[in-house]
């Protein structure tokens, strides 16, 4: 595909390391544009956009919103034919990958909760605002190492390594490696006993073998720019499929908001444009940018 790539995230994000991951894996040429960490986020307003969560894929004038969507869309129209195994069993992984994620969240340094952030994360992941958040880290890190201990023992038990089926680096691999990796070194748990390379010398050759993603940074204005005078990538979804369970036609105003957050904390406004089995799509903004979802785990209605 010769649109322009845009990945918008920030270095801490676990997400978006897991998307760059595939995208420089894949060998996808992308550029990225920083966010700040926490609201509000001017680029992506800008563009229409007040979804909240990192990180975001523009491809052309299209913009892919939710990890599991930009990680389809990468795998079936962006990926260099051959560059990333995929399987059956990926979706399998993936879920493994989310649950550790969010298990996980008890690990976050003290340091880091700072008011600002707390206030910022907590209508999307609650457990940040438990008063009793720094007694968990003790158990937290203890199931983090069970954790790892099914990475070493049964994911890696098999391979000749570094990655789970030999030398090539598979979908399966980014879906449960993105998470520790992010533990371990974003969080510290690589600090704790029992976390290091004698516990887990698999564990950790793969983490040390993953590709570095290094994209070029892309300046606020240039992304802006880059996206609002480019041309529509998607190729589907771009009118409402018969029978769709939603009952709304094109040209519809609607909003829509992620299932697991707090009800109404961060809804985005569009007119829909169409969907498909796997997508719905919104236009948002004044510059005919289109906002893609994935149909699971997001709630829409009519506005």
């Known amino acids: ?51 909240r969560r990192i990180p975001l894929l523009a491809v052309g004038k299209d913009v892919y919103a939710d990890s599991a969507l930009i990680i389809d869309l990468i795998t079936s129209k962006l990926a260099k034919s051959g560059a990333v195994a995929t399987s059956p069993a990926d979706k399998a992984f993936e879920t493994w990958g989310n649950v550790t994620f969010v298990e996980m969240l008890g690990i976050i340094p003290s340091q880091a909760l700072t008011p600002e952030f707390v206030k910022d994360r907590e209508t999307i992941f609650p457990l940040v605002k438990r008063s009793d958040l720094k007694s968990l880290r003790p158990s937290t890190v203890a199931g983090f190492q069970s954790r790892c201990r099914e990475v070493e023992e049964r994911f890696l038990a098999n391979g000749s ?10 979908l399966a691999d980014i879906h449960f490696i993105w998470c520790v990796r992010w533990g371990m070194k974003d969080l510290g748990a690589a600090n704790e006993a029992g976390c290091g390379k004698d516990a887990f010398p698999k564990l950790w050759k793969l983490i040390e073998s993953l590709p570095p993603a290094e994209p070029e940074v892309l300046g606020s204005e240039e992304a802006l720019k880059t996206i609002k005078g480019g041309e529509y990538s998607a190729d589907g979804a771009t009118s409402v499929m018969k029978g769709d369970p939603l009952g709304l036609s094109a040209g519809t105003p609607v909003t829509i908001e992620s299932a697991d957050a707090k009800p109404g904390a961060h809804v985005q406004v569009g007119k829909l444009v169409g969907t498909s089995h796997s997508e719905v799509v919104l236009e948002v903004g004044n510059d005919g940018v289109r906002l893609h979802f994935p149909r699971i785990g997001y709630i829409v209605r009519a506005q």
């Open 1 to 51: 595909m010769s649109h322009p790539i845009i990945h918008f995230d920030y270095d801490f994000s676990p997400y978006g390391q897991k998307t760059k991951l595939l995208l420089t894996a894949a060998s996808v040429k992308y550029k990225k544009c920083d966010q700040p960490v926490v609201l509000p986020r001017p680029d992506l307003e800008a563009l229409g956009i007040t979804y």
């Open 161 to 170: 390594g570094p990655f789970m089926n030999g030398e090539k680096l598979s």
